[in-house]
């Protein structure tokens, strides 16, 4: 087994932040095509079809692997950043929404993590990205954005990226966390991962929370954002389709009057 680019790296920024990574000569990280930022002179960049791991295979195999990651809506190719000059170079990548960047050791989390369809970001050349189908019933007709996911897979770093704030939860054996689909960044592969109805008939018309929320059960690790991306596109398609409406004040249209809007 060929081990992942061991790859050094450091987190800029608060609420829009990037990841710089350092490589070693000839080491290599791989990035979703649009996360680069900016790199050092000596870095080559590469386009790669499927995951751009290193695992051996001819064309078909790799066709398998982009096929797999279209089908989560991912880009058929990754790209690959490799330093070709004799001392150590840097190339930074950066987060495409508000939120943070979370550093994953595959090493230290059992060599694979599950997480949602558009939390990767980067990672160390030689992370296998792939395709997780949720097995259950249930949880295939009603997960939401949390029935097909991916897969992280090697001994390698790897970094996600998460709208809002991000909370690191560790479950217990048996311990069981009820959560929003869309507020899923990522669990270990020893986590249960299920779905259940709300239920009640106040919840299910009036709740405003979905019908079905996430059970995730222990042991293992989580990671949770507070803002899930599709709500915050809601809210801002909600207030690009809607009339202007001036919140909290009496006014109303008047005061668009007043401010200069209804004259235009």
């Not at 558009?118 to 259950?136: T, Y």
């Not at 259940?196 to 989580?222: C, H, M, S």
Request: contains cysteine.
């Amino acid at each position: 087994m060929i081990s992942n680019h061991e790859i050094d790296y450091r987190i800029f920024g608060e609420e829009m932040q990037y990841v710089e990574v350092e490589l070693d000569p000839n080491e290599t990280a791989i990035a979703e095509p649009g996360a680069f930022m900016m790199m050092d002179d000596g870095i080559t960049m590469e386009t790669l079809f499927g995951d751009g791991s290193q695992q051996k295979g001819g064309f078909l195999n790799k066709l398998v692997s982009a096929g797999k990651r279209m089908l989560v809506g991912e880009n058929l190719f990754m790209t690959a950043f490799t330093n070709i000059d004799t001392g150590k170079r840097h190339v930074s990548f950066a987060s495409p929404y508000p939120g943070k960047i979370i550093p994953i050791d595959l090493q230290q989390l059992g060599n694979k993590v599950i997480c949602q369809k558009d939390a990767f970001l980067c990672a160390a050349k030689g992370v296998s990205v792939g395709i997780e189908f949720q097995r259950r019933l249930g949880t295939g007709l009603f997960g939401g954005e949390g029935f097909i996911m991916e897969k992280l897979e090697g001994d390698g770093m790897a970094f996600l990226h998460a709208c809002g704030h991000v909370l690191r939860k560790e479950l217990r054996a048996g311990e069981t966390l009820k959560i929003d689909t869309g507020c899923i960044v990522g669990f270990t592969a020893t986590v249960d991962y299920d779905i259940q109805f709300v239920g009640g008939i106040k919840n299910t018309i009036f709740g405003g929370e979905g019908l079905f929320f996430a059970n995730l059960t222990g042991p293992g690790t989580v990671w949770i954002q507070t803002l899930p991306i599709s709500r915050l596109a809601g809210r801002i398609l909600q207030y690009a389709t809607t009339s202007r409406r001036e919140e909290g004040s009496v006014l109303g249209g008047l005061g668009n009057l007043l401010d200069g809007d209804g004259w235009r």
